[in-house]
């Protein structure tokens, strides 16, 4: 008797069985279009059950990035913002950020709700802290209607596309697929939108029209001007999701404390980011694969100067009007 949890995982998979699907990059490595956003399956199967089944409280953050935009330099600095305080406890940021990948830090609503799973966060102390690569579109019902911040990271498509591609490689490597298209083929599907997550300029739109509406709600950042002014980004960052930092704190350096501790040199040279190894569902990481430049404009070394200029062009054309750019 398969049990309801089991009929729900079931239901999700012969849904996802009916999507209009495309290869990307990899042998095995399929992407399923759904509500007009491509995703793999296992990932897809857990943002469905999250859909379905977590209940957001007010206290709740949710950092919801692009894949490859900067979600692990995110994970980091805002977990080590919430627990700034924590200097005995089992989260104290310093520890825990030189123990594990910030990905464990913070957990992915679709990875805790993947592979028929029920995941008790009812006994998580607030704020709960959750990433997610969800379009605006497919949040839980509950988010939207609890009142829960949510953090928006988005970056440069150009540089964006050459993470996805690395970390895609990266895949060969680990997981033993086979590459099956050349980095013009993954650019060609790029351009139409076609990528985890994609399209990129819907992802990113939804969410800056969603913080212009409701900007106490959704708080919207770009890689670049993370990179370009990080405390002054965390600072924001921490008065969004509601622990600002004090006066005092400010006079200790407790921002470029932080800051410091969260950045790519740092991590980077980290034990555990360097030989260590994390699974994310079922499929086995190195945690090196998440630090790979950490630079805006590296673009530059992969892309030829006529596709920069017509992904740019299609970026324009995406989101004239709008007040976003790149
Ligand atoms: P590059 O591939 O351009 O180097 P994500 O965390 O969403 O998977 O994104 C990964 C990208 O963020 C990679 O970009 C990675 O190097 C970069 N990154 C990771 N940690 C970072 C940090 N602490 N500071 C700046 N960039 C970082």
């Not at 895609?168 to 650019?187: I, K, Y």
């Not at 969603?210 to 900007?215: C, G, N, V, Y």
């Not at 470029?256 to 790519?264: A, D, K, L, P, R």
């Not at 694969?289 to 054309?317: C, P, Y």
């Amino acid at each position: 008797e398969p049990t309801a949890d089991q009929e729900s995982y079931n239901r999700y998979k012969a849904l996802i069985s009916t999507l209009p699907s495309q290869r990307w990059g990899l042998n095995g490595m399929d992407l399923h279009q759904y509500n007009g956003f491509w995703f793999p399956r296992i990932p897809l199967e857990g943002l469905m059950a999250a859909q379905d089944r977590f209940v957001a409280r007010p206290t709740d953050i949710i950092l919801a990035t692009f894949p490859k935009s900067g979600t692990t330099w995110l994970k980091a600095l805002t977990f080590a913002t919430i627990n700034r305080t924590d200097v005995t406890g089992s989260n104290h940021p310093l520890s825990m950020l030189s123990k594990v990948n910030p990905h464990e830090c913070v957990p992915f609503l679709s990875i805790l709700y993947s592979d028929g799973r029920l995941p008790d966060l009812d006994s998580l102390p607030a704020p709960r802290l959750f990433a997610e690569h969800i379009p605006f579109s497919l949040l839980p019902e509950s988010v939207l209607g609890s009142g829960c911040r949510i953090v928006y990271l988005c970056r440069d498509p150009k540089d964006n596309l050459v993470s996805l591609w690395h970390h895609t490689l990266a895949w060969v490597r680990v997981q033993g697929l086979a590459q099956c298209h050349s980095f013009n083929e993954v650019f060609e599907l790029f351009c139409s939108g076609v990528s985890m997550g994609g399209p990129i300029w819907d992802h990113a739109l939804d969410y800056w029209r969603e913080s212009l509406r409701r900007p106490e709600r959704v708080m919207f950042m770009k890689y670049e001007q993370l990179k370009g002014d990080t405390g002054g980004c965390l600072k924001r960052l921490a008065e969004f999701i509601g622990c600002p930092f004090s006066e005092e704190e400010e006079r200790e350096g407790k921002v470029e404390e932080i800051v410091g501790m969260c950045s790519f040199e740092r991590l980077s040279e980290l034990e555990v980011n360097k030989n260590g190894r994390m699974s994310v569902g079922n499929k086995e990481f190195e945690n090196k694969e998440f630090f790979r430049k950490g630079e805006v404009g590296d673009w530059n070394r992969h892309l030829t100067a006529e596709m920069a200029e017509r992904l740019d062009r299609i970026t324009e054309e995406k989101l004239r009007g709008s007040g976003l750019e790149f």
